[in-house]
């Protein structure tokens, strides 16, 4: 079964500062990996998404992530972090059948 | 386009009533899908389309029923609401190949007393 994991419930970081937000997965193969955010009282945004291909993935509003197949997992990154990134962050893995598994969710703050 | 609608935004029940959770999208995607997210969490899969006419569950179905008579509506029925049934509810849509990204709506908040 799959199963997504994001070890840290809160990840604080200055602001201009790299940020990194942890995701690892456990289903064997080729997974769908996908990294949604949530701004207050608002619903999930696609930010990116790993298929195939380049293990580094550009998404929206200068987002990347890295996908290592060896340590299986899917880190979120972003050079300078912005007091506007202060969100929550979620990973997916997606199935063939489209259904998405979530992880629990990180809370990123950006501290100005 | 509109994307995803949900309606209503909030709502509070009574323990054993009933209601339905509106969800539209004008994408004319195939995919459509029910979660509710609840506090350390993360998002939980309810029932799922792949088309008008069919539905299945998830992996938290029960006290809930869905149908699909259209492509672009996918109403969530409680059918006798729990206070355990307090969440926030999101839809979501896509095409259906399994990389195709879903897009979600604004949510329902309901409590259930």
Redesign the interface.
């Known amino acids: 079964a799959q199963s997504v994991a994001q070890p840290e ?1 809160q990840v604080n970081v200055a602001e201009g500062n790299p940020l990194t937000v942890k995701c690892t997965y456990s289903v064997s193969g080729n997974p ?1 990996l ?1 990294w ?1 955010v949530q701004y207050p009282n ?5 930010l990116l ?1 790993y ?1 195939t291909g380049d293990n580094l993935v550009k998404g929206s509003y200068g987002f990347e992530a890295e996908f290592n197949k060896s340590q299986t997992s899917f880190h979120l990154k972003k050079p300078s972090a912005l007091v506007s990134d202060s969100a929550l962050y ?1 990973c ?1 893995e ?12 990180t809370r990123l703050t950006v501290i100005p | 386009n509109a994307g995803v609608t949900q309606t209503p935004k909030f709502q509070v029940l009574k323990t054993g009533q009933s209601m339905t959770l509106q969800c539209a999208q004008d994408m004319n995607h195939e995919y459509m899908s029910w979660y509710r997210q609840d506090p350390g969490m993360g998002l939980r899969l309810i029932h799922y389309s792949v088309g008008a006419g069919i539905t299945d569950q998830g992996e938290v179905p029960n006290g809930y029923n869905v149908s699909r008579s259209t492509t672009e509506d996918f109403p969530l029925r409680l059918l006798s609401a729990a206070p355990s049934q307090t969440s926030v509810y999101f839809c979501a849509s896509s095409q259906r190949g399994s990389t195709d990204t879903q897009y979600f709506g604004p949510g329902t908040r309901l409590t259930v007393l």
């Open positions: 419930d769908y996908f949604y608002r619903g999930l945004q696609f998404k298929i979620f997916a997606q199935t063939g059948a489209n259904n998405l598994f979530f992880g629990t969710g």
